[in-house]
């Protein structure tokens, strides 16, 4: 099972991002969703997660500016940010529960996608 993250680089503040993240392999079911960030000399923090029907979470630094959402038939989770700020800058994963062929439910995480935004 793959996690393939894509959609960050560098955007001016006030600007706005659309993240995409595809699970791939031997899947047989996809539970939770969602994107956690990471700034230089900070800790991963959780940003929004999904569960597969649909309920959204969102940390409070980002709520009212990022919708997540997901399309269960393409295993895919994006998150569209909107309004982005300095502080936004981070490398950020997206993470899923994902049951496989022949395992338990496990967590998997993509490589990685740089957003910055500066002006």
């Known amino acids: 099972v793959q996690l393939q993250a894509s959609g960050g680089g560098l955007v001016q503040p006030g600007g706005s991002l659309r993240l995409s993240c595809a699970a791939s392999?031997?899947?047989?079911?996809?539970?939770?969703m969602g994107w956690y960030r990471q700034a230089p000399g900070n800790r991963r923090e959780k940003v929004a997660t999904?569960?597969?029907?649909?309920?959204?979470y969102y940390t409070d630094s980002v709520n009212g500016r990022f919708t997540i959402s997901r399309d269960n038939a393409k295993n895919t989770v994006y998150l569209q940010m909107n309004s982005l700020k300095s502080e936004d800058t981070a490398v950020y994963y997206c993470?899923?529960?994902?049951?496989?062929?022949?395992?338990?439910?496990?967590?998997?995480w993509g490589q990685g996608t740089l957003v910055t935004v500066s002006s």
């Open positions: 993470n899923a529960d994902i049951l496989s062929t022949g395992r338990r439910w496990s967590p998997y």
């Open positions: 999904i569960t597969s029907g649909g309920s959204p």
């Open positions: 392999g031997n899947i047989v079911d996809v539970n939770n």
